[in-house]
């Protein structure tokens, strides 16, 4: 990622919280680096360096800020448009790949040799994949310091690290402090209650049309799965290590976000996952800009700034949405996912709820689970289905080519090769693999042009609403159609 001096500096001299995640301040002078927000007194230009990531900071030998906690800063937007290797490799060392797999794990998932995939990240964002790895895990220690209280061992574990030694020397290195010392910091704040219970912010660029994201997911809300109540997002998650909750409450500034996990190991992944889904790496102001400088669309960027893209917590369960959801209402939908659920055979052993009474169903008090999986899918009669053969059959074909890998649908999946292999199976057409390359795969490009709600909210803001007509006048939206998408359907 390439900076130029200046205008880095001046986003460092104005405070500018649009910046924050883009790039990070280096300050020679005192050893620390720091987002550009930072509230300190601006430094001197020679003792000024900018990096493109945490990690290129922390290799340099500086130390985070303890005002502006750098570490803590909202995603960089550029892997949502960024669809290569570089984009690729990020999203995927944020949901833990390189903690469970190491970094072969993560060039077997891309395609390159790991000497290669190094040389690339290494160029773009200063560090390679270890140190990218190693700055992840030691935020996600700093947060089970600050909001439980476990025991440093069992967080030194938790975090990802292959011992306790290398744990205490990463955070004295990052943090110029020792874990113990980082705990003393949290004063009498009080952790959450509940074994595996968290509590932290997730941070975002303002603005966030937060009612839109929840309206949103609360008309296609699952029961069992996920609810909306009084401004909280509830949801269960099938992570990789156990089955976990979330509560996320948007905010000013931040989204507060109670999580409650199984396995400590799946914070991060956890974590990439709710940011993932509520969109909270956009760089909105780019995006309300380009879709502003359309006159038909000006009054209602206007109107509501901060429009996400809601996305997915599971590729598969967006897979088997989208299916269910081709040509039928979100009404419809729901109702026919609700009935799959409600087939299948509970095995999940919730480590979350040990008090539960033996034999008491999850959702008999409430407590949410996360999506069928695809051998779960799988292993239902046809009965539980309520659907066409043919559509039954769909949902069946994608479930095979999950299971035996001949179909990706992870985050951190090359899109076009995604894309092409969904058109390939039977039952999946356009829409719907266009449909799961906007929400799944987080596609800020995708225009939905052959959906009726797209059209229709494009005749009520006097734009071409025919599907040839409409896909010429949107190459001016790039490249934010899917934000464009969502705004027609709401205009719908």
């Not at 570089?86 to 903690?99: C, E, K, N, P, S």
């Not at 705990?183 to 968290?198: L, M, S, W």
Request: glycine content about 8%; proline content about 7%.
């Amino acid at each position: 990622m390439e900076m130029d001096f200046e205008r880095c500096y001046r986003a460092v001299d104005s405070r500018d919280q649009r910046f924050d995640g883009w790039f990070y301040t280096g300050v020679t002078s005192t050893g620390i680096y720091c987002r550009p927000s930072c509230p300190a007194i601006t430094p001197k230009r020679q003792n000024v360096r900018f990096f493109p990531s945490a990690a290129a900071a922390q290799g340099a030998g500086l130390r985070a800020c303890r005002r502006c906690r750098p570490d803590a800063a909202p995603g960089s937007p550029l892997w949502d448009v960024r669809a290569d290797v570089v984009g690729r490799a990020m999203r995927l060392i944020a949901d833990g790949v390189v903690d469970r797999d190491g970094v072969p794990g993560l060039a077997s998932r891309l395609g390159y040799t790991e000497r290669h995939l190094h040389r690339m990240l290494s160029a773009e964002m200063g560090a390679g994949p270890l140190a990218l790895a190693r700055a992840q895990r030691a935020q996600t220690a700093r947060i089970l310091i600050e909001t439980t209280d476990l025991a440093m061992a069992e967080i030194a574990f938790a975090a990802g690290f292959g011992s306790v030694r290398q744990f205490n020397d990463t955070l004295r290195e990052v943090y110029a402090s020792a874990p113990s010392d980082l705990r003393t910091a949290r004063g009498r704040q009080q952790a959450p209650a509940g074994a595996g219970t968290i509590a932290l912010r997730l941070a975002y660029r303002p603005p966030l049309h937060a009612r839109a994201l929840l309206d949103f997911l609360a008309v296609r809300a699952l029961p069992g799965v996920e609810a909306v109540r009084d401004g909280t997002y509830h949801r269960g998650l099938r992570l990789p290590h156990g089955i976990g909750r979330v509560a996320l409450t948007p905010a000013d500034g931040h989204v507060a976000a109670t999580l409650r996990l199984a396995d400590l190991r799946d914070l991060a992944p956890a974590v990439a996952r709710c940011r993932r889904l509520l969109d909270l790496d956009a760089d909105p102001a780019a995006i309300d800009a380009t879709l502003a400088a359309d006159p038909a669309l000006a009054p209602v960027v206007t109107a509501e700034p901060g429009i996400r893209v809601p996305r997915a917590v599971d590729g598969f369960e967006q897979a088997v949405r989208a299916i269910i959801g081709q040509q039928v209402s979100v009404t419809s939908a729901r109702t026919t996912l609700t009935r799959l659920l409600s087939h299948r055979v509970d095995h999940e052993v919730d480590e979350v709820d040990e008090d539960r009474h033996p034999g008491q169903p999850h959702d008999q008090r409430g407590e949410l689970r996360g999506f069928l999986s695809a051998e779960e899918l799988l292993g239902l009669p046809d009965s539980g289905f309520g659907m066409p053969v043919g559509r039954r059959e769909a949902l069946r074909g994608l479930a095979r080519a999950v299971v035996d890998g001949s179909v990706d649908l992870a985050a951190g999946v090359d899109r076009e090769e995604a894309v092409r292999r969904l058109l390939a199976l039977p039952g999946i057409g356009p829409w719907t693999a266009n449909y799961l390359a906007m929400r799944a795969f987080g596609d800020p490009d995708v225009l939905l042009s052959s959906d009726l709600a797209v059209r229709r909210g494009a005749a009520a803001l006097g734009l071409p609403d025919t599907q040839p007509t409409l896909d010429r006048y949107a190459e001016r939206w790039r490249p934010w159609r899917s934000y464009a998408t969502i705004r027609l359907w709401r205009a719908a």
